[in-house]
């Protein structure tokens, strides 16, 4: 029992030998640290597309009596909201933005890369498009507006959703969006650094060589009798 104590505890890895086994490859660990650090950087900076996001706002409204000012039913304009979030991004609107803009995108494709956005808590709707062109973002914003308004007012099969939506702004020429340049280079110094330390630890593990005497005692059964010191021979000039 106490001899199998005795290897148990000479088997096991204390914070000193870790700490002495990062400094004796410090070198190599930061190699691998600045190699993927250099990795993520490249692909951030040089491979992967940049992107601009593009948005604007409309609102939804139920008015009971046109000639009342004010005459709003808010509980009808509050159910319609998920219908019309939902409206706003189909074929039958995205089709016509395709058509006006001439565009070479699909309505699936448009759809992709298109947010729109309601809450529970106002009668506003988001309406967000994301592309490489931050001026083709700004035109796709404004005629999924535009469409979906024209389609709920002049089309029958959308009688329900008819005056019920009004423009609030007016899209900006789309900002950048991504990638997070400075989040892949943080995400390469992370990844490079775990890489490299687990190489290190791997190594030293797969290492089959006595780095005590405790070790050799403990192997061949023998006692050391003595140690020859690790030193610097000074050379005199």
Not at 1 to 14: A, F, G, K, R, Y
Not at 38 to 44: E, K, S
Not at 68 to 95: C, H, P, R, W
């Amino acid at each position: 029992m106490n001899e199998q104590n005795m290897d148990m505890q000479e088997n096991e890895i204390s914070l000193l030998d870790l700490y002495l086994i990062v400094r004796k490859h410090i070198v190599l660990i930061l190699t691998f640290t600045t190699l993927f650090a250099m990795i993520a950087a490249g692909y951030a900076f040089l491979i992967v597309d940049e992107t601009y996001a593009s948005n604007a706002d409309v609102m939804v409204q139920v008015q009971t009596d046109q000639t009342v000012d004010g005459s709003y039913d808010y509980n009808t304009a509050q159910k319609l909201l998920a219908t019309i979030t939902e409206f706003m991004s189909k074929d039958v609107v995205l089709d016509e933005v395709v058509r006006d803009l001439d565009l070479s995108y699909t309505p699936k494709q448009i759809r992709s890369n298109l947010t729109i956005t309601s809450s529970n808590t106002s009668f506003f709707i988001n309406i967000k498009f994301v592309d490489e062109d931050p001026e083709l973002a700004r035109q796709i914003v404004d005629e999924v507006i535009n469409n979906a308004i024209q389609v709920a007012n002049g089309n029958d099969a959308f009688s329900t959703l008819k005056n019920k939506v009004t423009r609030t702004s007016f899209a900006d020429v789309g900002v950048y969006e991504a990638p997070n340049k400075p989040l892949y280079v943080v995400i390469g110094i992370i990844l490079g650094g775990i890489t490299g330390l687990g190489f290190v630890f791997i190594k030293e593990l797969m290492n089959n060589s006595y780095k005590s005497k405790e070790q050799l005692e403990a192997a061949f059964k023998i006692q050391v009798l003595g140690v020859i010191p690790e030193f610097e021979v000074k050379e005199d000039f």
